[in-house]
């Protein structure tokens, strides 16, 4: 229950900022501050697990998909949860200063509580299913807070590059996190982890193991897809400080060591994690250094310790992972306090330009002692803690020997990125807090708030502290995430300051002064830097995507023109087609089962089935009887049902007949009676061979198949439709229990399609046509008499009728979706007989509320199975003895049958009468339009 609350928390209180803000901006901060208080208290309380404990929560949800509600806390999510819980808190209160007045603080912090929650759930979830579902909630939590300053540009389109990268790594993620599932046959991560050898055997693991490392790769802004993460600084600084330094950045490198009992020891493991890492970090070093963007400098030094951590977990040994847990601990403190640093310069002079902010250790010498200090500890000087995890880098790029000859490579190419970021580091200091005086600042530089440093003073005193007395500090958390991440014991290592004099100490002597004199020396470099030709990753990103989209637009018109003929015939073709591929192999058509014997009124039957087909496009162009003969299709395949015991399919094919008749007739009354001859010889030669090539296609298919035994699952619901759904009927149980859910899905579906058709005909009004085709006038009587009278004397016994399909269509050919169609035609005959206004103010009612209320009810009656412990729509029934009535069975199933049943009222009326009434007067126009 703990651990639910740690990840509902943020969820519940996302309302709480945006209430308080009418109290104001403090009351907002505190309301937002609430959250991840509670939750650290609650997730202090689980703090057993630092002890090598791990906590579970299970709820099953979806087992037959494996998809189950299920929470985990070991060391690793322990530690993941104080990072994201302990720093959103500090970015709360410095977000409290960091904001203007006139921005909308209640919405800011919404946001970011559910970026919160998101994170949370990607960090505590057992099930990977439940993980991917909170991993697309980070990208799109994190779209809206990159792109909170919508006004910009430079923000919406980091906005939409950030979520189109991480999103499709996402899909990645989803398919190697499906694959890995259906390997393991679990998707829980216990019984995933357990299963290294069978997963690692198959031959599947290459490609699932490719797919997560997409995943990872641009979460993490690994490279080639590091480009989004410098774009992504158009947000507001706490977003940086939150999402690309702390959190979001790390749920890639999370994934890593989360999943590395799993997908490491072997060479493609070493080869793909280890070398992209090598060149992430790199790049991102080298590319940091000329940024002129205080925030640019951040980010791509952030891309660079994000390529270290990766390196290290794709070094491939216990130690390493060692490493890169602490490297995640110490990167997360000194970067988050960099990019609050760097908020505070850009609040307080108006500038984050490192050419022009200079020499502002005489404004700001508290900001400048603050923020030197966390950069020191990027550059990894000694007795601070980036020292300590840099220290550990090295020696275990020391330690490898899977690239032969050239394992020097490795520690080497290290070096010389420890190098950049040294000279990066030092360049942040120098330029920005000495190196002469401001220029041309929009506002005199100044300390900022007091309370808006606090943050930054507890991360940077977390530097010193971890960097002084680490076995004090961060050794209990260290052991406990970097056992939970190897999933078994912990090598030995010491956190000791001082090792002696060794190789890792000389490496970081060679990067220290090497990157202080490479910043000394730095304009030759700087110069061949300028010459370099400006590439634009967010203008690259923007012309690929104009050229897909320039694609689709092409292929859109290639397939879809807005010719109806046009669709129907690349849908039948590509029927006709995958039907060609699964009969073409088959050694001969026929089989060895006998066709049924044909009587002379069955074949008859199917003549003239046969014969309102080409019938029907003989005559297409005089609509009228078109649809004369194509009424005599759907009459004789509901006979066709009734001949073959198929009683419920043949009154439903008939009731869906008459109303499709109807709908047709109402719809015909708007078009001419007759249209021109439009199509080409050529068409037609074309259309006949298709259609001829379909038929053929069909037929074949369907007598391979009714001369070959086959298995049905028929069986099985014939077995338990009595002592499962208690019903005779099959197809009832089938509709209203054993697939209720799919019946729940189509009624939906058919009551959304019902209102969106209400809503495009509302309004719309079409002129009454005077006359025929011949020219012969309509008659001024709407409403003939004769047909008024006997619809009112049919009204009372086609709803019986009705009443009486519903009542047994559990037990016999009937239910809710034939009473419905039943009970529709009967009020749609009175339209037609006494007009819209006669029966709306007789009989007022909502065709679309009543749709919805028919919805909610079925879904209400498959709510109520759980409140039993039984899975959702599971159905009961008993036997009852009722005074004057006598032994009677009910069933629950009647009230997800009711269900249907206005859901099939409701969305059929609103579409009938929604076109009965294009040619109503205006008086009954209004009064349809007020009662719906």
Same mark, same amino acid.
């Given at each position: 229950?703990?651990?639910?609350?740690?990840?509902?928390?943020?969820?519940?209180?996302?309302?709480?900022?945006?209430?308080?803000?009418?109290?104001?901006?403090?009351?907002?901060?505190?309301?937002?501050?609430?959250?991840?208080?509670?939750?650290?208290?609650?997730?202090?309380?689980?703090?057993? $697990?630092? /002890?090598?404990?791990?906590?579970?929560?299970?709820?099953?949800?979806?087992?037959?998909?494996?998809?189950?509600?299920?929470?985990?806390?070991?060391?690793?999510?322990?530690?993941?949860? =104080?990072?994201?819980?302990?720093?959103?808190?500090?970015?709360?209160?410095?977000?409290?200063?960091?904001?203007?007045?006139?921005?909308?603080?209640?919405?800011? %912090?919404?946001?970011?509580?559910?970026?919160? +929650?998101? @994170?949370?759930?990607?960090?505590?979830?057992?099930?990977?299913?439940?993980?991917?579902?909170?991993?697309?909630?980070?990208?799109?939590?994190?779209?809206?807070?990159?792109?909170?300053?919508?006004?910009?540009?430079?923000?919406?389109?980091? /906005?939409?590059?950030?979520?189109?990268?991480?999103?499709?790594?996402?899909?990645?993620?989803?398919?190697?996190?499906?694959?890995?599932?259906?390997?393991?046959?679990?998707?829980?991560?216990?019984?995933?982890?357990?299963?290294?050898?069978?997963?690692?055997?198959?031959?599947?693991?290459?490609?699932?193991?490719?797919?997560?490392?997409?995943?990872?790769?641009?979460?993490?802004?690994?490279?080639?897809?590091?480009?989004?993460?410098?774009?992504? @600084?158009?947000?507001?600084?706490?977003?940086?400080?939150?999402?690309?330094? *702390?959190?979001?950045?790390?749920?890639? $490198?999370?994934?890593?060591?989360?999943?590395?009992?799993?997908?490491?020891?072997?060479?493609?493991?070493?080869?793909?994690?280890?070398?992209?890492?090598?060149?992430?970090?790199?790049?991102?070093?080298?590319?940091?250094?000329?940024?002129?963007?205080?925030? #640019?400098?951040?980010?791509?030094?952030?891309?660079?310790?994000?390529?270290?951590?990766?390196?290290?977990?794709?070094?491939?040994?216990?130690?390493?992972?060692?490493?890169?847990?602490?490297?995640?601990?110490?990167?997360?403190?000194?970067?988050?306090?960099?990019?609050?640093?760097? +908020?505070?310069?850009?609040?307080?002079?108006?500038?984050?330009?490192?050419?022009?902010?200079?020499?502002?250790?005489?404004?700001?010498?508290?900001?400048?002692?603050?923020? @030197?200090?966390?950069?020191?500890?990027?550059?990894?000087?000694?007795?601070?803690?980036?020292?300590?995890?840099?220290?550990? %880098?090295?020696?275990?790029?020391?330690?490898?020997?899977?690239?032969?000859?050239?394992?020097?490579?490795?520690?080497?190419?290290?070096?010389?990125?420890?190098?950049?970021?040294?000279?990066?580091?030092?360049?942040?200091?120098?330029?920005?807090?000495?190196?002469?005086?401001?220029?041309?600042?929009?506002?005199?530089?100044?300390?900022?708030?007091?309370?808006?440093?606090?943050?930054?003073?507890?991360?940077? %005193?977390?530097?010193?502290?971890?960097?002084?007395?680490?076995?004090?500090?961060?050794?209990?958390?260290?052991?406990?995430?970097?056992?939970?991440?190897?999933?078994?014991?912990?090598?030995?290592?010491?956190?000791?300051?001082?090792?002696?004099?060794?190789?890792?100490?000389?490496?970081?002597?060679?990067?220290?002064? +090497?990157?202080?004199?490479?910043?000394?020396?730095?304009?030759?470099?700087?110069?061949?830097? *300028?010459?370099?030709?400006?590439?634009?990753?967010?203008?690259?990103?923007?012309?690929?995507?104009?050229?897909?989209?320039?694609? /689709?637009?092409?292929?859109?018109?290639?397939?879809?023109? +807005?010719?109806?003929?046009?669709?129907?015939?690349?849908?039948?073709?590509?029927?006709?087609? $995958?039907?060609?591929?699964?009969?073409?192999?088959?050694?001969?058509?026929?089989?060895?089962?006998?066709?049924?014997?044909?009587?002379?009124?069955?074949?008859?039957?199917?003549?003239?089935?046969?014969?309102?087909?080409?019938?029907?496009?003989?005559?297409?162009?005089?609509?009228?009887?078109?649809?004369?003969?194509?009424?005599?299709?759907? =009459?004789?395949? !509901?006979?066709?049902? *009734?001949?073959?015991?198929?009683?419920?399919?043949?009154?439903?094919? =008939?009731?869906?007949?008459?109303?499709? @008749?109807?709908?047709?007739?109402?719809?015909?009354?708007?078009?001419?009676?007759?249209?021109?001859?439009?199509?080409?010889?050529?068409?037609?030669?074309?259309?006949?061979?298709?259609?001829?090539?379909? #038929?053929?296609?069909?037929?074949?298919?369907?007598? !391979?198949?009714?001369?070959?035994?086959?298995?049905?699952? !028929?069986?099985?619901?014939?077995?338990?439709?009595?002592?499962?759904?208690?019903?005779?009927?099959?197809?009832?149980?089938?509709?209203?229990?054993?697939?209720?859910?799919?019946?729940?899905?189509?009624?939906?579906?058919?009551?959304?399609?019902?209102?969106?058709?209400?809503?495009?005909?509302?309004?719309?009004?079409?002129?009454?046509?005077?006359?025929?085709?011949?020219?012969?006038?309509?008659?001024?009587?709407?409403?003939?008499? &004769?047909?008024?009278?006997?619809?009112?004397?049919?009204?009372?016994?086609?709803?019986?009728?009705?009443?009486?399909?519903?009542?047994?269509?559990?037990?016999?050919?009937?239910?809710?979706? &034939?009473?419905?169609?039943?009970?529709?035609?009967?009020?749609?005959?009175?339209?037609?007989?006494?007009?819209?206004?006669?029966?709306?103010?007789?009989?007022?009612?909502?065709?679309?509320?009543?749709?919805?209320?028919?919805?909610?009810?079925?879904?209400? /009656?498959?709510?109520?199975?759980?409140?039993?412990?039984?899975?959702?729509?599971?159905?009961?029934?008993?036997?009852?003895?009722?005074?004057?009535?006598?032994?009677?069975?009910?069933?629950?199933?009647?009230?997800?049958?009711?269900?249907?049943?206005?859901?099939?009222?409701?969305?059929?009326?609103?579409?009938?009468?929604?076109?009965?009434?294009?040619?109503?007067?205006?008086?009954?126009?209004?009064?349809?339009?007020?009662?719906?």
């Amino acid at each position: 229950m703990i651990l639910a609350l740690i990840v509902a928390l943020p969820f519940l209180g996302i309302l709480l900022p945006v209430l308080a803000e009418r109290l104001g901006r403090t009351a907002c901060a505190v309301a937002a501050a609430l959250v991840p208080l509670g939750g650290l208290l609650l997730l202090f309380s689980q703090r057993g $697990v630092l /002890a090598g404990e791990t906590l579970f929560a299970r709820h099953a949800w979806l087992p037959e998909l494996g998809f189950n509600l299920s929470l985990r806390l070991d060391g690793l999510g322990f530690l993941f949860a =104080l990072l994201i819980l302990g720093i959103g808190l500090l970015i709360i209160l410095y977000a409290r200063y960091y904001l203007s007045d006139k921005e909308p603080m209640g919405r800011f %912090f919404a946001f970011l509580l559910l970026f919160m +929650g998101s @994170m949370l759930g990607v960090v505590l979830t057992e099930n990977l299913l439940l993980m991917l579902v909170f991993w697309e909630l980070t990208s799109l939590s994190s779209f809206l807070l990159i792109g909170f300053w919508n006004h910009r540009s430079d923000a919406r389109k980091g /906005a939409r590059m950030s979520l189109a990268v991480t999103g499709g790594g996402g899909l990645a993620l989803f398919a190697g996190i499906l694959l890995i599932g259906q390997t393991v046959g679990s998707f829980e991560l216990t019984d995933v982890l357990a299963a290294r050898d069978l997963l690692q055997g198959s031959a599947l693991f290459p490609v699932a193991l490719c797919l997560v490392l997409l995943g990872v790769f641009t979460k993490s802004a690994q490279f080639p897809f590091h480009f989004w993460l410098p774009h992504a @600084m158009a947000a507001p600084t706490p977003v940086s400080a939150y999402l690309h330094s *702390a959190t979001m950045v790390k749920a890639g $490198v999370f994934l890593l060591a989360r999943l590395y009992p799993l997908l490491s020891g072997n060479d493609l493991w070493f080869y793909l994690v280890s070398l992209t890492g090598l060149a992430t970090l790199l790049m991102g070093a080298f590319m940091a250094l000329f940024q002129n963007d205080l925030k #640019g400098l951040l980010a791509y030094s952030t891309i660079s310790h994000l390529g270290l951590i990766t390196l290290l977990f794709g070094l491939d040994s216990p130690m390493a992972n060692v490493a890169a847990v602490f490297h995640i601990i110490n990167h997360a403190t000194f970067k988050a306090s960099l990019f609050m640093a760097a +908020g505070i310069i850009d609040h307080e002079t108006g500038s984050r330009d490192i050419r022009r902010i200079n020499g502002l250790w005489k404004y700001m010498p508290h900001t400048a002692v603050l923020a @030197m200090v966390a950069s020191a500890s990027m550059a990894g000087v000694p007795l601070l803690n980036g020292f300590l995890s840099k220290e550990m %880098f090295f020696g275990e790029t020391l330690a490898q020997n899977m690239m032969g000859s050239f394992n020097w490579l490795i520690p080497t190419l290290a070096t010389v990125a420890a190098l950049f970021s040294v000279s990066y580091s030092v360049r942040f200091i120098h330029d920005v807090f000495f190196n002469g005086e401001p220029v041309n600042l929009p506002r005199q530089p100044h300390e900022p708030p007091r309370y808006m440093k606090v943050p930054v003073e507890i991360l940077v %005193f977390l530097c010193l502290l971890v960097g002084m007395v680490p076995g004090l500090t961060v050794a209990p958390l260290l052991s406990a995430a970097a056992s939970a991440s190897l999933n078994g014991e912990l090598p030995s290592y010491s956190l000791a300051i001082w090792h002696g004099f060794n190789l890792p100490l000389l490496m970081s002597l060679v990067a220290l002064v +090497g990157g202080v004199l490479l910043y000394v020396l730095r304009k030759p470099l700087f110069d061949w830097y *300028a010459g370099l030709p400006a590439m634009d990753a967010k203008l690259v990103f923007e012309q690929q995507v104009q050229r897909v989209v320039r694609a /689709a637009q092409w292929l859109t018109l290639r397939l879809e023109n +807005g010719s109806l003929q046009r669709y129907v015939m690349l849908l039948l073709l590509a029927s006709a087609v $995958v039907v060609f591929a699964g009969i073409a192999p088959l050694p001969r058509l026929y089989g060895e089962r006998p066709l049924s014997e044909l009587d002379g009124i069955t074949a008859l039957g199917l003549v003239l089935l046969a014969l309102s087909g080409p019938l029907t496009a003989w005559f297409h162009r005089q609509r009228l009887v078109a649809l004369v003969i194509l009424s005599v299709a759907g =009459l004789l395949v !509901a006979l066709a049902f *009734a001949r073959f015991a198929a009683p419920d399919l043949a009154l439903t094919q =008939l009731a869906v007949e008459v109303v499709t @008749m109807v709908l047709l007739m109402l719809a015909l009354f708007y078009l001419p009676t007759r249209t021109p001859k439009e199509t080409s010889s050529l068409r037609k030669l074309r259309d006949v061979v298709v259609a001829l090539f379909c #038929g053929v296609m069909v037929a074949l298919l369907a007598y !391979a198949v009714l001369t070959r035994p086959y298995d049905t699952i !028929a069986g099985y619901y014939l077995d338990n439709s009595i002592g499962g759904g208690g019903g005779h009927n099959v197809v009832n149980v089938i509709l209203v229990d054993f697939r209720g859910f799919d019946t729940l899905g189509e009624i939906s579906v058919l009551a959304i399609a019902a209102v969106g058709i209400f809503a495009m005909l509302a309004g719309l009004r079409l002129p009454r046509a005077g006359q025929d085709s011949e020219g012969r006038a309509w008659s001024a009587d709407r409403f003939p008499p &004769i047909l008024a009278v006997l619809s009112r004397l049919m009204l009372p016994l086609a709803l019986l009728v009705a009443v009486f399909i519903f009542l047994r269509g559990h037990n016999l050919p009937g239910g809710g979706f &034939i009473a419905g169609l039943i009970t529709a035609v009967a009020l749609i005959i009175q339209y037609i007989a006494c007009g819209s206004r006669w029966m709306r103010t007789r009989l007022p009612l909502n065709y679309g509320r009543m749709a919805g209320i028919g919805v909610i009810v079925a879904g209400l /009656a498959g709510l109520g199975s759980w409140a039993f412990g039984y899975p959702f729509l599971t159905s009961s029934f008993g036997h009852f003895h009722l005074p004057l009535v006598g032994e009677i069975e009910l069933a629950t199933a009647m009230l997800f049958d009711l269900g249907v049943y206005l859901t099939v009222v409701g969305a059929t009326l609103l579409i009938l009468s929604g076109l009965g009434e294009l040619t109503a007067p205006p008086d009954d126009a209004a009064l349809a339009k007020e009662v719906n």
